[in-house]
């Protein structure tokens, strides 16, 4: 009987660790799989997130481009007695002041942050037309240096909408809401303007030069 006993306490120690523990080891180890693979998703959308806002600003910036070409166009085509900037958007598309068709922007882009086709204006002091454009976007840009000579102004900004895409010069130029000019003239006035430009800026190139309103040239091809 003692041999017996002995000889089942044996088989007793022998036993492997119930099923059980095992699968309470595995599921630990799942969850830490799942854990480290949340952890590298979301830095992964986090990294893929910031890249993607770089190249909405990237192109952001070549679509401000085409708005300023197609401001300074419509300032440079203005017939004697006509606005300088045109009422809407779409005046950029077909210019209202002429019987034929003159285009000044190709179409009307999407914004590249918002994904929509609407854009925030900068108005002349009398309200009546488009002297700048600028994005909607909410958030802080992340480019805030390295910028091309005509777009300095853009350094150290906070907000999209201080990107302003505009034919005159930037410091005239600002969202509506924004403080008037240290001189108090209203912002997007210009207190030197020349007084044959219909009391308007002189828009400026890309090379930051003067150029009359009244000058044909740099029009897009129908």
Not at 54 to 67: H, N, P, S, V, W
Request: hydrophobic share 35%; net charge positive; proline share 11%.
């Amino acid at each position: 009987m003692r041999m017996a006993s002995h000889s089942a306490t044996c088989d007793m120690g022998s036993f492997p660790p119930p099923r059980n523990a095992n699968h309470g080891f595995a599921y630990l180890a799942l969850l830490i799989t799942i854990a480290i693979i949340g952890i590298a998703a979301v830095a992964t959308f986090q990294v893929g997130s910031i890249l993607q806002r770089r190249l909405a600003e990237e192109e952001l910036l070549d679509i401000g481009t085409e708005f300023r070409r197609a401001l300074l166009s419509y300032a440079n085509a203005t017939p004697v007695g006509q606005s300088n900037y045109p009422p809407n958007l779409e005046a950029l598309l077909k210019d209202p002041r002429y019987p034929e068709v003159r285009r000044h922007l190709r179409k009307l882009y999407f914004d590249p942050l918002t994904g929509t086709q609407k854009w925030g204006m900068v108005m002349s002091p009398d309200g009546k037309g488009i002297i700048g454009v600028y994005s909607l976007a909410p958030g802080t840009p992340i480019k805030v240096g390295n910028f091309e000579l005509i777009y300095q102004s853009f350094e150290g900004k906070t907000t999209y909408a201080s990107w302003i895409f505009t034919s005159i010069p930037p410091q005239l130029a600002a969202p509506a809401g924004n403080v008037t000019l240290p001189n108090g003239a209203p912002a997007g006035s210009n207190p030197t303007a020349n007084p044959a430009s219909n009391g308007a800026p002189n828009p400026l190139t890309p090379g930051g030069t003067s150029t009359s309103p009244s000058t044909q040239g740099n029009q897009a091809s129908p």
